[in-house]
């Protein structure tokens, strides 16, 4: 359990990936909008950032550049039109004579990227579109029906054309494949999570954990649709719940840049801030903490480094009883708690397993009670088992910086901290092995 809660400071501020290529041109011609203002924004995570703010001139054309090695959506707001669109690494015009803009009366000159997803829209929406009117209208035909096989045959058919076309997107080289892939997945197994069966579960959990491509997500406008509509994967109710930092670390691994990286576990802190998973969010803390990728850390994430203030590398604290720790590995546990109830008959079940790895447990517990602690305790096979009926205020607790149960440290034979952790099956001893 958590000790306090803090309020989440949510960073936000102006990226442009860091790739060194020239910055594309791109023409407007707005006929309907001569000598109006224009606004042209770009997504980055939860961030909006406005790139460009003009006038188009008494025909209605403007220009502007886009960021170097930006490849991503878009939008231009003129008048009452917001329109979306890709910006990658093309020069292009676009086009349009009409005040409402939309992808229907759009013109690009020299986009490959923009016509093709605006092809593959339009084709894509027209044949769900048959396909969810033939479905209803098979609802009112009796099975045995003629014209009911009729139907049928057509719904298979473009069902089949469908699931072609998506598999020539995997082919394609365009940003817009990939895009309209995303935009599939976000608005289909993300949104539709609530009404899937377990096994659709598994296969979304599946591809969020070793799949979701998290750096395309970051520049799509689909970012927070898409890590909002997860949640419901991983709620308190569900069998994933305890899999959201693990699979999380996952998409945190894949980031391709330092911006993404803190911007996801930002976002992360915030929504175990404003799903009350504190449990959650103190595993996201080692997670980080461990991978040190984060040099200069701001938020939620900040505060945690001041609390958690044992880490990698620090010298393990002799404990206030005097023993001195070595090849240790010491766990911080509390009777009642189902976290720890849990790790801690892991610890049992692997006792033998961690003392052929040269290692010692040493445990301490934030009970007040003395007979509940004995009877929490008799059963553990290692020999230092200790508790001060202090609670959070004991020593050892302030000493190592912990906030929360269980918290796991692992001690070298130098008495060096190698690493801190919410679950036994994370730590070092556990890196090589199957979870």
């Known amino acids: 359990m958590i000790m306090m809660r803090l309020k989440l400071l949510i960073l936000i501020t102006t990226v442009i990936n860091g790739i060194t290529v020239q910055a594309q041109d791109i023409s407007l011609v707005l006929g309907y909008y001569p000598e109006q203002p224009y606004v042209v924004t770009i997504k ?3 961030a909006t950032d406005t790139i460009h703010k003009g006038i188009l001139d008494k025909e209605g054309k403007g220009i502007f550049s886009t960021p170097k090695g930006y490849a991503g959506m878009a939008t231009l707001s003129v008048g009452v039109s917001n329109f979306d669109f890709i910006l990658s690494d093309e020069n292009f015009t676009l086009s349009c004579p009409q005040e409402y803009i939309y992808g229907g009366n759009v013109e690009f000159s020299g986009s490959q990227e923009n016509d093709s997803l605006q ?3 339009y084709q894509q929406a027209v044949r769900e579109q048959k396909i969810a009117l033939l479905a209803e209208t098979e609802k009112v035909y009796d099975p045995t029906d003629l014209f009911l096989s009729l139907l049928t045959k057509e719904k298979e058919k473009l069902l089949r054309e469908q699931s072609g076309f998506e598999g020539a997107l995997q082919t394609s080289p365009l940003y817009a494949s990939r895009f309209i892939k995303l935009y599939n997945f976000q608005n289909k197994e993300v949104q539709g999570i609530l009404f899937a069966d377990s096994l659709q579960k598994e296969k979304i959990r599946t591809f969020v ?9 970051f520049n799509s406008g689909l970012w927070f649709s898409t890590l909002n509509g997860l949640l419901a994967l991983y709620d308190y109710d569900t069998v994933f719940h305890r899999d959201f930092i693990d699979d999380m670390s996952k998409l945190l691994e894949r980031t391709a840049s330092d911006r993404i990286y803190t911007t996801l576990a930002e976002n992360l802190f915030a929504i ?8 959650l969010e103190e595993e996201l803390a080692y997670f980080l903490l461990n991978d040190a990728r984060i040099k200069e ?21 002799v404990l206030a009883n005097g023993h001195e720790l070595r090849n240790t590995l010491l766990v911080f546990h509390e009777s009642g708690c189902g976290s720890c109830e849990n790790e801690m008959e892991q610890l049992k079940n692997n006792y033998s397993y961690i003392q052929s790895k040269g290692y010692e447990i040493v445990s301490i517990s934030t009970d007040r009670d003395d007979t509940i602690f004995r009877n929490t305790t008799s059963s553990f096979p290692w020999k230092h088992k200790y508790c001060d009926l202090k609670g959070f205020e004991s020593p050892d607790f302030m000493a190592y910086g912990v906030i929360g149960t269980p918290t796991f440290y692992l001690i070298n034979e130098d008495g060096i901290v190698t690493g801190r952790y919410a679950r036994l099956q994370d730590t070092d001893l556990f890196k090589n092995e199957e979870k």
């Open 44 to 46: 980055q995570g939860t």
């Open 119 to 121: 092809l593959w829209f």
């Open 209 to 217: 954990r070793d799949s979701l491509d998290v750096n395309l997500l």
């Open 272 to 279: 175990c801030e404003t799903t009350g998973w504190n449990n």
């Open 297 to 317: 850390p701001t938020g939620r994430f900040k505060v945690l480094m001041n609390l958690l203030k044992l880490f990698k590398g620090n010298k393990a604290p």
